[in-house]
């Protein structure tokens, strides 16, 4: 079955980083894109980019440009989502989400299958 | 980037009744809309893709329709495990994007 497990909660400090992965099972690693989503609390949904696992080629939304940086290892089938400069505003929960193309040339997706979150708290 | 617009933020209804929820592209998406539910504490789970397919083991009494720019939820006969928040959001274009979230209460 597919599975997506994500890294625990992370506490962090104005202005650091933090990383989160996002390791994937079940399925071959390598024919689904990965999205990152996010959720700050009590608001609603904000997707923040999307990775291809095979060449590892990224495309970031413009918000987190120069902030976000998404990576895999395809040898444990993990994708990892770093974000820097942290601010109070990014105390959020963190999703990766599988895409799943549902045309046959690959236009328009939905995320199929989620991780459980990931917490992260930036406070001083 | 394309704005989703969710009416209404909110409803409250009871078991039994018929409930739409409507989403509003500020562009033309053709098809290329998806529902999402969400319960307290967990992540989102997609009902309905591509405005009007149900997701494999999603109950029949979720469906959607619409296309372009105006699409519907509609839950048939309303159960106590449907109490949630239900997010549309565009795979047309990138940035993907959300709409704001209906949360629908017990009555």
Same mark, same amino acid.
């Given at each position: 079955?597919?599975?997506?497990?994500?890294?625990?909660?992370?506490?962090?400090?104005?202005?650091?980083?933090?990383k989160?992965?996002?390791?994937?099972?079940?399925?071959?690693?390598?024919?689904?894109?990965?999205?990152?989503?996010?959720?700050?609390?009590?608001?609603?949904?904000e997707?923040?980019?999307?990775?291809?696992?095979?060449?590892?080629?990224?495309?970031?939304?413009?918000?987190?440009?120069?902030?976000?940086?998404?990576?895999?290892?395809?040898?444990?089938?993990?994708?990892?989502?770093?974000?820097s400069?942290?601010?109070?505003?990014?105390?959020?929960?963190?999703?990766?989400?599988?895409?799943?193309?549902?045309?046959?040339?690959?236009?328009?997706?939905?995320?199929?299958?989620?991780?459980?979150?990931?917490?992260?708290?930036?406070s001083? | 980037?394309?704005?989703?617009?969710?009416?209404?933020?909110?409803l409250?209804?009871?078991? =039994?009744?018929?409930? &739409?929820? +409507?989403?509003?592209?500020?562009?033309?998406? %053709?098809?290329?809309?998806?529902?999402? /539910? @969400?319960?307290?504490?967990?992540?989102?789970k997609?009902?309905?893709?591509?405005?009007?397919?149900?997701?494999?083991?999603?109950?029949?009494?979720?469906?959607?329709?619409?296309? =372009?720019?105006?699409? &519907?939820? +509609?839950?048939?006969s309303l159960?106590?495990? %449907?109490?949630?928040?239900?997010?549309? /959001? @565009?795979?047309?274009?990138?940035?993907?994007?959300?709409g704001?979230?209906t949360?629908?209460?017990i009555?």
């Open positions: 079955q597919v599975q997506l497990v994500q890294s625990g909660a992370e506490v962090k400090k104005p202005g650091a980083s933090v989160v992965s996002c390791k994937a099972s079940g399925y071959t690693f390598t024919r689904n894109y990965i999205h990152w989503v996010r959720q700050a609390p009590g608001q609603g949904l997707w923040m980019g999307i990775m291809n696992p095979s060449g590892g080629s990224t495309t970031y939304a413009q918000k987190f440009r120069g902030r976000v940086t998404m990576t895999r290892d395809t040898s444990t089938s993990t994708v990892y989502m770093e974000l400069s942290l601010k109070s505003e990014d105390t959020a929960v963190y999703y990766c989400a599988r895409d799943a193309p549902y045309y046959s040339d690959d236009s328009g997706d939905a995320f199929d299958f989620w991780g459980q979150g990931t917490m992260v708290i930036v001083s | 980037d394309i704005q989703m617009t969710q009416s209404p933020s909110s409250s209804a009871s078991v =039994g009744d018929r409930v &739409t929820i +409507t989403c509003r592209a500020s562009e033309s998406i %053709d098809t290329y809309l998806n529902w999402y /539910q @969400q319960k307290l504490g967990k992540a989102p997609v009902l309905i893709y591509a405005a009007t397919s149900l997701q494999s083991g999603v109950s029949s009494r979720f469906s959607g329709s619409g296309s =372009g720019t105006d699409f &519907t939820l +509609t839950i048939s159960q106590p495990e %449907d109490f949630a928040t239900y997010y549309c /959001q @565009q795979s047309y274009s990138t940035p993907r994007t959300f704001q979230g949360k629908v209460e009555k």
